[in-house]
């Protein structure tokens, strides 16, 4: 039976961490690391991930600025705002929570937050300083796989590795994060060939394709660790629903050497690693060092 990777553990205790470093900064240089989420429309999935957020936030000693908008806000004024944002000294991070209404052009908004502000890690410059190995801001979901992985399994130099998906915010970041760890690569999708037989290969398999319980346990190699990003919500005989990932959680359990669960596996990283990444660009934009 594998063992079972547990991201809710593993990001409180980064949680208090971060909490603990911020009370450094505060201490030391009256310094708050301050972030600012910004909500376009009324997507009630949206709504609860921001209002996490920002209980999370407050609870690492930081500010919390938080921007509601309507859902027929324009465009023009959405990059006004984020505009003050960008040149308002206690903000830190910038996220404009994705989806946003169709009239507005996401690419276009998110290249308009500061690069040292952008701690969602997607504006092009990020992208391209991680697809080159450089440093920069790490999106938040790979990063906390990745997190993982290593407190898991320690140095991962050699080991084989499959991302399941090619999406640009999980799946491209993660292969670039493991090719940085010098990992060997697959990016495998729809249109791969013997999808099945390519997992088998892998020592590592980060499952990131949104689609429910697609792997199964005969797809991994035994012994591999697995890094299960989906989170799909399906609807049982009784008509509620429970959510899985895209990993047939009992029978890969039954191969893997180890698995992270659905939930309580990556989703709890991603928050904990936005504040990661904002407590970090405080230290970066302030000219001074992240405290030990």
């Known amino acids: 039976m594998a063992t ?25 240089h009256s310094l708050t690391p301050g972030l600012a989420v910004v909500l376009v429309g009324e997507d009630p999935a949206s709504q609860v991930y921001v209002r996490s957020k920002g209980k999370q936030t407050l609870e690492a000693g930081m500010n919390s600025y938080e921007h509601k ?7 023009t004024d959405l990059l006004s705002l984020i505009d003050q944002l960008n040149n308002d000294p206690d903000v830190h991070g910038i996220l404009v929570q994705l989806p946003l209404p169709g009239h507005i052009d996401e690419e276009s908004v998110i290249n308009s937050i500061s690069v040292d502000k952008d701690v969602d890690g997607f504006h092009l410059s990020n992208v391209g300083r991680l697809s080159i190995g450089a440093e920069g801001i790490v999106p938040c979901t790979p990063l906390g796989s990745l997190m993982m992985l290593k407190n898991h399994l320690g140095d991962l130099s050699g080991m084989k590795a499959i991302v399941l998906g090619r999406s640009n ?10 090719l940085k760890e010098s990992c060997t ?25 949104g689609r429910p ?25 009784d008509g509620t629903t429970r959510l899985v990932g895209d990993v047939e959680f009992d029978s890969a359990s039954e191969v893997a050497g180890a698995i992270t669960p659905v939930p309580g596996g990556v989703g709890p990283m991603t928050i904990a ?3 990661h990444n904002t407590l970090q660009q405080a230290c970066r934009l302030n000219g001074l060092d992240v405290p030990e």
Do not use: Y
């Open 213 to 237: 319980e697609m792997v199964k346990g005969d797809w991994i190699k035994p012994g591999a660790t697995v890094i299960d990003v989906g989170i799909n919500r399906i609807e049982k005989e």
């Open 69 to 75: 908008l309507d859902a027929d806000t324009s465009q």
């Open 4 to 28: 079972l990777i547990d991201g809710k553990a593993f990001s409180a205790r980064l949680r208090d961490e971060i909490a603990r470093k911020v009370g450094v900064l505060k201490q030391e």
């Open 169 to 178: 915010i999980v799946g491209k970041p993660m292969a670039s994060l493991l």
């Open 185 to 209: 690569v697959t990016i495998a999708h729809s249109r791969t060939r013997d999808l099945a037989g390519e997992c088998r290969l892998a020592d590592i398999v980060v499952a990131a394709v």
């Open 273 to 275: 690693c936005l504040l």
